[in-house]
């Protein structure tokens, strides 16, 4: 195949932006990060309280929490997507006028965010009950022979030994995230996946955007990869 490559497009500037390529591609790079962020926290968060309540010994308390985990896996990530951003504001007069309101963008970033978190905190769930049920059950039994009250069990023996136990399926969820934050691109949400497509259609140098672009995003991962090797558990000799 002879192709004549032009790594030099990312200095062109845009006709729509008026912005050369890099600046925009620098700001899809920040755009990735900030709501991978932001979907992380929620899906810990969530995550780490739907999975305790999973292996709560209340019916009451678990059946709601299985009923969640089931809702969120069994969606499609895009099918979900599209029901916050298209459905969710059409069914509630009130969020729909803000949505009016406020600038797309936001209004994109919201809805990607809170569906990356929901979606991965149902995931995140499993891995939260999977630590919890892989400790012996007198774990349990200790922290209630010294008088603990079922929250205090959780908090101070249960989650911590838990989580300690699921920091590599963790760092999968995470990697994971960031690379579903690509799906953005379908509402228009100018993240690094959007920014690399638009200048393949403006440039035709689809071969340089993308090339770039998935070194970004294993750089990313690989990051991603380094931070949370920190929080493993060091193996002794």
């Given at each position: 195949?002879?192709?004549?490559?032009?790594?030099?497009?990312?200095?062109?500037?845009?006709?729509?932006?008026?912005?050369?390529?890099?600046?925009?591609?620098?700001?899809?790079?920040?755009?990735?990060?900030?709501?991978?962020?932001?979907?992380?926290?929620?899906?810990?968060?969530?995550?780490?309280?739907?999975?305790?309540?999973?292996?709560?010994?209340?019916?009451?308390?678990?059946?709601?929490?299985?009923?969640?985990?089931?809702?969120?896996?069994?969606?499609?990530?895009?099918?979900?997507?599209?029901?916050?951003?298209?459905?969710?504001?059409?069914?509630?007069?009130?969020?729909?006028?803000?949505?009016?309101?406020?600038?797309?963008?936001?209004?994109?970033?919201?809805?990607?965010?809170?569906?990356?978190?929901?979606?991965?905190s149902a995931?995140?769930?499993?891995?939260?009950?999977?630590?919890?049920?892989?400790?012996?059950?007198?774990?349990?039994?200790?922290?209630?022979?010294?008088?603990?009250?079922?929250?205090?069990?959780?908090?101070?023996?249960?989650?911590?030994?838990?989580?300690?136990?699921?920091?590599?399926?963790?760092?999968?969820?995470?990697?994971?995230?960031?690379?579903?934050?690509?799906?953005?691109?379908?509402?228009?949400?100018?993240?690094?996946?959007?920014?690399?497509?638009?200048?393949?259609?403006?440039?035709?140098s689809y071969?340089?955007?993308?090339?770039?672009?998935?070194?970004?995003?294993?750089?990313?991962a690989l990051?991603?990869?380094?931070?949370?090797?920190?929080?493993?558990?060091?193996?002794?000799?």
């Amino acid at each position: 195949m002879e192709y004549q490559w032009h790594w030099n497009v990312f200095f062109q500037i845009s006709p729509d932006a008026g912005q050369a390529y890099w600046i925009l591609f620098v700001k899809g790079f920040a755009a990735t990060l900030t709501v991978s962020a932001a979907s992380w926290i929620i899906a810990f968060v969530l995550g780490v309280i739907v999975g305790a309540a999973r292996t709560s010994l209340i019916f009451w308390i678990r059946m709601p929490a299985y009923l969640y985990v089931h809702l969120f896996r069994g969606v499609p990530l895009l099918v979900q997507l599209f029901l916050w951003y298209f459905v969710f504001p059409e069914m509630f007069d009130s969020v729909k006028a803000v949505v009016v309101r406020t600038d797309a963008m936001y209004v994109q970033f919201i809805a990607v965010t809170v569906c990356l978190g929901l979606f991965t905190s149902a995931r995140v769930a499993e891995q939260v009950r999977s630590g919890i049920e892989s400790l012996s059950r007198g774990q349990r039994s200790a922290g209630m022979a010294l008088g603990l009250h079922p929250a205090q069990i959780y908090r101070y023996v249960l989650l911590p030994q838990s989580m300690r136990l699921i920091v590599p399926p963790l760092t999968s969820e995470l990697m994971n995230l960031i690379k579903n934050s690509s799906i953005a691109l379908t509402i228009g949400f100018a993240e690094l996946t959007f920014r690399a497509r638009e200048i393949g259609e403006t440039t035709f140098s689809y071969f340089e955007a993308f090339i770039v672009t998935t070194i970004v995003y294993i750089a990313i991962a690989l990051t991603a990869y380094a931070v949370m090797a920190r929080f493993e558990p060091r193996k002794t000799a």
